[in-house]
C-alpha cells in the first residue's frame, strides 16, 4: 500500500514562502501523475498543480507564476514550493498521486498540512 506524508505546511506572513513536501513509501517513478490539492474551510478541495509523468506541469491560475511544482525520484518526493503567499492559500494542502494500471487506476492521498498565511 502506497503511503503519501505530506510536510513543510506551517503559519507565514504574506508575501512569505514554504515549500511542501510529500514523501512516498514506493517509487514515485511509478506513479502517472502527481498533483497537489488544497481545501479551504467551507470550499471544495481544489487543484493547485499537477504534473504529467513525461509531460507538461499545469497549475491553476490563481498560484501560476507563484508556485512551482518538482519531483526528486531518487529521493521518492514532490515538492510545492510556494512564494509570494497570499491570505486566500491558507488551506490544507494535500498530496495526490495516481497509478494507472492495465485494468484499474488507483489513487491515493496524504493526510495534509496546514499553511496559513496571515495579512
Known amino acids: 500500500q502506497v503511503q503519501l506524508v505530506e510536510s513543510g505546511g506551517g503559519l507565514v506572513q504574506a508575501g512569505g514562502s514554504l515549500r511542501l513536501s510529500c514523501a512516498a513509501s514506493?517509487?514515485?517513478?511509478?506513479?502517472?501523475?502527481m498533483g497537489w490539492y488544497r481545501q479551504a474551510p467551507g470550499k471544495q478541495r481544489e487543484l493547485v498543480a499537477r504534473?504529467?509523468?513525461?509531460?507538461?506541469?499545469n497549475y491553476a491560475d490563481s498560484v501560476k507564476g507563484r508556485f512551482t511544482m518538482s519531483r526528486d525520484n531518487a529521493k521518492n518526493t514532490a515538492y510545492l514550493q510556494m512564494n509570494s503567499l497570499k491570505p486566500e492559500d491558507t488551506a490544507v494542502y494535500y498530496c495526490?498521486?495516481?497509478?494507472?494500471?492495465?485494468?484499474?487506476?488507483?489513487?491515493?492521498w496524504g493526510q495534509g498540512t496546514q499553511v496559513t498565511v496571515s495579512s
Open positions: 495526490n498521486a495516481v497509478f494507472r494500471g492495465a485494468s484499474a487506476s488507483y489513487d491515493y
Open positions: 514506493g517509487s514515485i517513478g511509478s506513479f502517472n501523475v
Open positions: 504534473a504529467i509523468t513525461g509531460g507538461s506541469t
